[in-house]
């Protein structure tokens, strides 16, 4: 699934693109609300790739996950019917391929659970509901604080903090998705590892 994303400033990631290094040495503190202005929009560009990134996982899943479930049913309802209709009289039909309709059925539900195509649906949906709702208070409190000009050392760094704790809670729910991943298939990130 996911590959652990680097916070703002690092590697960029396979599976999405992180921003480019944020080198605060040479930020112009003298125009302060520019260039907080700039980083907000730097670390809502990040959380937003991220919701974005699991939002179209998430898509691919769940077509993946109901045409599972759907294959599933019918090739269970049709390797029960089989042996039934060769019992009403219909010879044309062997039985035998009743049990092997069966295995199918459980074939397909065997390759979403191995593989975690359904959870992986759910925890999807669960990162871009958890990211859009952190984003949204985010927003709504920088919208707030932001009113007046930042012209003190306090308010700047009262504006890093909150850019920080956002970027730091988008951080933990991919650092949460990373493991219960990882954990589904003990062995990929071993492998994953070894490709770096």
């Not at 959380?47 to 599972?68: C, E, F, G």
Request: glycine share 8%; with cysteine.
């Amino acid at each position: 699934m996911t590959e652990h994303r680097l916070p703002i400033g690092g590697e960029r990631s396979q599976d999405f693109g992180v921003p480019s290094s944020l080198d605060l040495r040479s930020a112009d503190w003298s125009s302060s609300d520019e260039t907080l202005a700039w980083l907000f929009h730097r670390v809502e560009a990040y959380a937003m790739d991220a919701r974005d990134w699991y939002a179209k996982d998430k898509r691919v899943k769940q077509r993946t996950s109901l045409a599972l479930t759907a294959t599933m049913i019918v090739l269970g309802l049709v390797g029960i019917l089989v042996p039934l209709a060769t019992t009403a009289g219909l010879d044309t039909l062997n039985p035998s391929w009743g049990y092997v309709l069966l295995a199918c059925a459980v074939g397909c539900a065997a390759i979403d659970r191995f593989f975690g195509v359904s959870t992986a649906w759910t925890r999807d949906t669960r990162c871009v509901q958890s990211i859009n709702a952190m984003m949204c208070d985010f927003q709504l409190e920088w919208a707030s604080v932001s009113r007046a000009s930042a012209n003190s050392n306090g308010e700047i760094d009262r504006r890093m903090g909150l850019l920080r704790e956002f970027s730091h809670r988008v951080n933990e729910v991919i650092a949460r998705e990373t493991i219960a991943w990882t954990t589904q298939f003990p062995h990929a990130g071993e492998i994953r590892g070894g490709r770096r």
